[in-house]
């Protein structure tokens, strides 16, 4: 018989189980959503904040940008002052010189940059020249002028202290890094030497693109590099003359008699930067007739061929803050005449 109140029972329980059912896989679906939306939240957080980050490194490059068309147009100024006073000099009374202040960038921050003369620095691919058969001509014949300069240069340095014969073992080896052949200097290091190393490699045996490549060079430690870099340069790549309007004290200890491995002392390379500051050079007789130069000067007629007074290739040297960003550029700028050409460009975050 059947029993209809039994029936009911078992119908609420049915129900009762189903809205139980139901209720669980809502909690599931909404559980699952809220996971989705979280997921989903942080995704366009991060979508957001690369957004963000690129759009200010965006502006930024574009702030670096307009600060390298600034210096081509100083540059270009500095031609046509120097062209309608009859002048062929740079020096550092030149409005590319000055020290530049700090622009503010539409309430986001602040751009800066400051131009060097490449030509007041050392520049290593000079080294690329060596004397026929120096190894057998002894120490008087062995080295070119620029080979001497930089064996001066090298002992310039106040840290690391480098001695003379390791300065010569430098110097010839990165001869040999620059020269077309495989044969090593006396002291130098071709091929057979950089195969011994881990991992081995070869000499490069053409002129050098980059100052960073001093560190694959035979003999150059990574404190000398770093205490090196300051004051040399591979630009231009086929090496011009040194301004010495420009270049800094620790450069122009450098300047020493031909065959006097020697560099000055620190205080004859400050008297020189501070007569120069104060007085001027008027050109380089005049810059060899200082008194830094007694004694000397009969014995410079190498090193005065390495001399000049004007600069065509420049180091700009720009940072633009963007919302708490620093982005920082580097390029080497070429003038000739009243053209700017950008030569190579580096760049990142600070």
Not at 13 to 28: D, H, K, Y
Not at 173 to 197: F, V
Not at 286 to 309: C, H, T, W, Y
Not at 320 to 327: L, P, Q, S, Y
């Amino acid at each position: 018989m059947h029993c209809h109140h039994c029936s009911s029972r078992r119908g609420a329980g049915a129900r009762r189980s189903q809205r139980g059912a139901a209720l669980i896989v809502a909690m599931l679906v909404f559980a699952l959503a809220t996971a989705l939306v979280v997921a989903m939240k942080g995704d366009f957080d991060r979508f957001f904040q690369r957004s963000v980050n690129l759009l200010f490194d965006e502006q930024a490059q574009a702030y670096l940008r307009g600060a390298e068309d600034l210096a081509a147009m100083v540059l270009v100024m500095d031609y046509d002052e120097d062209k309608a006073e009859g002048l062929q000099r740079d020096d550092l009374q030149d409005l590319w010189a000055q020290k530049a202040p700090s622009y503010p960038l539409d309430d986001i921050g602040w751009m800066q940059g400051q131009l060097e003369d490449l030509q007041g620095r050392f520049n290593l691919n000079a080294l690329a020249t060596r004397v026929s058969g120096g190894s057998q001509t002894g120490v008087e014949n062995r080295f070119t002028a620029a080979q001497e300069q930089f064996i001066r240069l090298l002992q310039a340095l106040e840290e690391p202290l480098v001695s003379q014969q390791e300065a010569i073992a430098i110097t010839e080896s990165i001869s040999d890094w620059l020269d077309a052949d495989t044969i090593p200097s006396a002291d130098g290091a071709e091929d057979d030497y950089y195969y011994g190393q881990t991992p081995a490699y070869r000499a490069a045996n053409r002129p050098m693109a980059s100052v960073s490549e001093l560190r694959a060079v035979a003999y150059v430690t990574p404190e000398i590099y770093e205490a090196l870099r300051p004051w040399v340069t591979v630009w231009p790549q086929t090496p011009a003359k040194l301004n010495i309007h420009t270049a800094p004290p620790m450069v122009l200890r450098s300047i020493n008699a031909d065959k006097d491995l020697s560099p000055l002392s620190a205080e004859e390379g400050l008297s020189l930067a501070e007569y120069r500051e104060e007085v001027g050079f008027r050109d380089i007789n005049d810059f060899i007739d200082n008194p830094v130069f007694e004694g000397r000067r009969e014995k410079m007629s190498a090193i005065r061929s390495q001399l000049g007074q004007s600069s065509s290739y420049f180091l700009l040297d720009a940072t633009a803050e963007v919302a708490d960003r620093n982005m920082r550029l580097y390029s080497v700028l070429h003038r000739h005449n009243r053209q700017i050409d950008t030569l190579i460009r580096a760049s990142g975050s600070l």
